[in-house]
């Protein structure tokens, strides 16, 4: 069946270092992909999302490139902030293009 | 306003009690759904309704019941909770396949 992988647990890192977070995913058709940041004790939020291949999809710093011969939709920022501390989800929807199907996520840790 | 709401935020059941979990939102969104997320696994969709037209994941068809009275509310049951339900569950709507599905902040769910 469809799904996502996000290979990293938790990623550590200090203010101002760039930050990439990988997102795999299978599918049979052609789907859109999303990334979603939730902060503690806040709902998921819509980050950026993508259906183009091989289009750049950029959102308060954060940036993604579909890449449909890959498989990917990796996250990037060039450099983190300390309110970047988040989980971060990556999902593609499904065939019907309605219901999400999610990674594990990646927690993102930012230090001073 | 884009929020979606969902109550309580927090509720602790007995096992073998029923529980009744209560989603709304004002965007007037044809779709909403909920999902289950369990510490360190990916949010899991567990039922979708379309208008009214409700669909259920097939392997916890048979956990999780559904209804939506009007446009805005929609509920999630469990006729008798039991321990393997102790997770969060988060609440999201949208319009349109592939749109971006906004979500309630979620209940966490205790089964004791």
């Known amino acids: 069946g469809d799904s996502v992988t996000q290979t990293e647990g938790l990623v550590t890192l200090t203010k101002g270092l760039p930050v990439m977070l990988n997102c795999t995913y299978q599918?049979?058709?052609?789907?859109?992909l999303f990334w979603y940041v939730q902060h503690l004790n806040e709902a998921p939020k819509l980050l950026l999302k993508?259906?183009?291949?091989?289009k750049r999809t950029e959102h308060q710093g954060f940036y993604a490139t579909l890449h449909k011969s890959s498989s990917s939709f990796h996250l990037q920022k060039s450099s983190v902030q300390l309110s970047d501390s988040a989980l971060y989800f990556c999902a593609l929807s499904d065939q019907g293009g309605r219901a999400l199907i999610f990674g594990t996520g990646t927690t993102v840790s930012v230090s001073p | 306003d884009t929020t979606v709401k969902q109550n309580p935020r927090y509720k602790l059941a007995r096992v073998g009690k029923p529980v009744n979990l209560i989603c709304s939102q004002t965007?007037?969104?044809?779709?909403m759904y909920w999902y289950q997320k369990k510490p360190n696994q990916a949010p899991k969709l567990l039922l979708f309704y379309y208008d009214k037209i409700l669909n259920r994941e097939a392997d916890t068809f048979e956990k999780f019941q559904s209804s939506r009275p009007n446009n805005s509310f929609c509920s999630l049951y469990i006729g008798s909770a039991g321990l393997e339900y102790s997770a969060m569950y988060l609440c999201?709507?949208?319009?349109?396949?592939?749109?971006?599905?906004?979500f309630g902040p979620g209940t966490r769910l205790t089964v004791l």
């Open positions: 993508s259906s183009t291949d091989n």
């Open positions: 599918t049979t058709y052609s789907p859109f």
């Open positions: 999201a709507s949208s319009s349109g396949g592939g749109a971006e599905q906004f």
């Open positions: 965007m007037n969104h044809d779709t």
